[in-house]
């Protein structure tokens, strides 16, 4: 094996391994977020000064006089810097990503082997994250930088997976494949609509976890009462909230929550007949096995991602169901990119025929 080629094996594992943490990150901040421990440590990235948790009875006596605001709670504190340790090694690895490709391009000259501006992005995105976790704790979980961290996670797994196709493609023959699906062509801008429209839905469900409005509405399967009533989006949607000591445990009226619940509700709506209609066409008419199965695997996350959304409200928010929920949002999100990517290919395909 050449030296390039053992820098491609090398850049292509810290991808995958790099892919697979961002999923643990995602999942440990939903995790830090539905046990309320997004001020577990009130500093950054120190947790009291500390590097690990205060936990003795010195530790936490020297502690709170040093936060006299905050009361040392050891649990909440480890969930939230469980979820900096993962999220700091994800950095690093992604920093070694953009090192291999620099230098794999370097060494190759060529865009199309080693894509290293997609890297940089990653890189860049990752940076943001960090300042964004830092405002998570500074600004007192105010709801915008909660959502803003939230699409951050969200977009750094995207483009980490869509790094991983790209080197895993194996590139379009020059005669094309023996199948190609012409009448799929306009399928792929669908699916480019269905990623905007899903990337909306998890805005809204971010929205609703950051202003702490998950159970504001606990019948199915709108809301419960004269809801219609309660709708007031004059502040509901504000980015800009009053100035408050603290945003822990939402700072919204009752009808403001239920707004945007009832909004996340209509979307997820929305969001689902068209991803289910697009997988359902796709799968029958497309003639590929890749094709066909990306299609299917988008409709069956579909399916439990709906499920999960309804049991959330039918068991009122169980942490595991909730955890799950955001995590299938993520696997919804990347089975939609393998979809658009595999429809795009056929295009290309097609122009190449």
Request: aromatic share 8%.
């Amino acid at each position: 094996m050449t030296e390039q080629s053992k820098n491609k094996q090398t850049l292509r594992r810290l991808v995958l391994t790099s892919l697979l943490l961002a999923i643990v990150v995602i999942g440990l901040g939903a995790y830090t977020r539905l046990t309320h421990a997004g001020l577990g440590c009130p500093d950054w990235p120190t947790c009291y000064g500390l590097l690990a948790v205060p936990e003795t009875s010195l530790q936490i006596a020297v502690a709170e006089q040093a936060f006299p605001q905050s009361t040392v709670e050891p649990t909440k504190a480890w969930n939230e810097m469980i979820h900096r340790y993962f999220a700091g090694s994800l950095g690093l690895l992604i920093a070694a990503i953009a090192f291999c490709s620099i230098k794999l391009r370097v060494a190759t000259r060529s865009s199309v082997r080693s894509p290293v501006l997609l890297p940089l992005l990653i890189l860049g995105i990752v940076i943001l994250q960090a300042a964004l976790g830092m405002w998570t704790v500074t600004l007192k979980l105010m709801p915008v930088v909660v959502l803003a961290h939230l699409l951050g996670g969200f977009t750094t797994l995207c483009l980490l997976f869509l790094l991983y196709l790209r080197l895993n493609a194996k590139g379009v023959s020059a005669q094309g494949a023996t199948l190609v699906d012409f009448q799929l062509k306009k399928y792929s801008r669908y699916a480019l609509l269905g990623i905007t429209i899903l990337t909306a839905q998890i805005a809204l469900g971010g929205w609703t976890s950051s202003n702490y409005a998950a159970l504001s509405c606990v019948e199915l399967p709108i809301c419960q009462g004269n809801w219609l009533a309660d709708l007031s989006f004059e502040q509901s949607f504000d980015l800009i909230p009053p100035k408050q000591e603290s945003y822990e445990f939402g700072h919204l009226a009752h009808n403001e929550r239920v707004t945007i619940h009832v909004s996340h509700r209509f979307g997820a709506i929305i969001t689902g007949v068209f991803l289910a209609w697009l997988a359902i066409v796709v799968f029958l008419k497309a003639k590929t096995h890749a094709i066909k199965n990306a299609a299917m695997v988008l409709l069956s996350l579909l399916v439990i991602q709906i499920s999960l959304g309804v049991s959330n409200i039918w068991f009122s928010l169980p942490l595991k169901i909730a955890v799950a929920h955001n995590l299938v949002a993520a696997c919804l999100m990347l089975s939609l990119i393998t979809l658009a990517y595999r429809l795009r290919q056929n295009s290309k395909e097609s122009f190449y025929e």
